[in-house]
């Protein structure tokens, strides 16, 4: 059984930090292009950012680019996303994922990804 496991939102002021893990079981995701999207209530799952099997590329939405980072501990089996300056348009439930495909097909795209997290909420207050 392959399980993601989100940690770590909450309830932050405007401003403030917030840094999320997500755990991975039941198989070695060293190879998988993992990432994270996002769900705002009324709006449809959005692209956050994503990292390749060797944490040597990264992408990033143009609306978290240089507040946010996405990182992965491979001997952990444990994704990150530090997220800096958090605004309260980035209150959303945030979804941990992982790909099979390589980062050339993993891309944007929900349906680009086999697995997903349960969810944490990231609530940011003004």
């Known amino acids: 059984q392959v399980q993601l496991v989100e940690s770590g939102g909450g309830l932050v002021q405007a401003g403030g930090s917030l840094r999320l893990s997500c755990a991975a079981s039941g198989r070695t995701f060293t190879t998988y292009t993992m990432g994270w999207f996002r769900q705002a209530p009324g709006n449809a799952r959005e692209f956050v950012a994503r990292i390749n099997w060797s944490g040597s590329s990264t992408e990033y939405a143009d609306a978290v680019k240089g507040r946010f980072t996405i990182s992965r501990d491979t001997a952990k089996n444990t994704l990150y996303l530090q997220m800096n300056s958090l605004k309260p348009e980035d209150t959303a439930v945030y979804y941990c994922?992982?790909?099979?495909?390589?980062?050339?097909?993993?891309?944007?795209?929900?349906?680009?990804?086999?697995?997903w997290g349960q969810g944490t909420q990231v609530t940011v207050s003004s």
């Open positions: 994922v992982a790909a099979r495909s390589g980062w050339a097909v993993a891309g944007q795209s929900t349906n680009d990804y086999n697995y």
